[in-house]
């Protein structure tokens, strides 16, 4: 690694009792390479100062963190979701991202066959659009635990095929999450398939503590946990993927913490992994 941490990129929730602006600036001033923005982080600001802002200070833009939820009762409802991500669409592509990272969603109400359908359909319904705005739309799988309500994709597998249902398309792709991906045995092959098809887009981690408090925000600093990253880390590399290993934690632990503590110790596990 470069003293820049040219690959390092942090999602703006991961601290996210700081501003936008802060977010900025203290990410510029410890030399991280790259960001990704939440889609609060424009609430009341133009998404095209907010890029403008991030690389006048040294940060390229990663991602913007989230679409999807396509499925609903009602096609109302659905139709609802497809509107609020060609808006996300549009937001992704105005601060500068190349891609807008979906968390596909589900309903209880109906079959998780019912759900990928409707995922399926609404990518499909804003895959042009994504297309005329130079935006990727990046699948992440979410861990089984959130099958009923967060996502009905919940492999790589499941993922690829979904991309692969759709040609393929260069505008669709996968964002591999080191939190919900990581118990998978086919985990490395299906890197390599997501990689072949050109469907490999970005790569997220942190570590699973044991025992885990809370299903949702109890994630740990990578190395605190019993992810083998360093592995995961080397088979997306070895299948050719380049992209900036995207730091993506919720946790109700560090979040109390001194935020400026908390960003070093980040910086410090990051660099222990490669």
């Known amino acids: 690694m470069t003293d820049k941490l040219d690959k390092l990129a942090i999602h703006t929730i991961t601290t ?29 600001r133009d998404p095209s100062t907010v890029g403008r802002q991030a690389r006048d200070a040294g ?18 409802q659905r139709q609802a979701a497809i509107d609020d991500n060609l808006k ?34 609404g990518i499909a319904a804003c895959i042009d659009h994504a297309e005329q705005a130079g935006v990727i739309l990046a699948v992440e799988p979410l861990h089984p635990m959130y099958a009923d309500s967060r996502s009905a994709i919940n492999t790589m597998d499941q993922a690829n095929e979904l991309c692969e249902s759709l040609g393929s398309h260069p505008n669709l792709g996968i964002a591999c999450d080191l939190y919900h991906t990581w118990w998978d045995p086919s985990l490395e092959s299906e890197i390599t398939r997501a990689a072949v098809s050109g469907n490999l887009t970005a790569y997220h981690i942190c570590d699973w503590i044991t025992p885990t408090s809370d299903i949702l925000n109890d994630r740990a600093l990578m190395g605190e946990g019993c992810i083998d990253i360093t592995r995961i880390s080397s088979a997306l590399s070895n299948a050719g993927f380049t992209g900036y290993h995207e730091v993506e934690i919720f946790s109700q632990r560090w979040w109390a913490a001194d935020q400026d503590d908390y960003l070093s110790a980040i910086i410090k596990s990051f660099k222990t992994i490669q």
């Not at 990663?62 to 396509?70: D, L, N, P």
């Not at 596909?104 to 759900?115: E, F, K, M, P, R």
Request: with cysteine; charged share 15%.
């Open 16 to 44: 996210k009792s700081w501003s936008t602006e802060q977010c900025i600036a203290n990410y510029s001033a410890a030399g991280i390479g790259a960001i990704t923005f939440w889609r609060y982080n424009f609430e009341g």
């Open 59 to 76: 940060l390229a833009v990663a991602s913007v963190a989230r679409g999807g939820f396509f499925p609903a009762e009602s096609a109302q």
């Open 88 to 121: 996300a669409i549009e937001e992704a592509a105005a601060v500068g991202s190349p891609s807008l990272v979906l968390v596909c969603g589900a309903h209880a109400g109906q079959s998780l066959n019912d759900s990928r359908l409707q995922i399926r359909d």
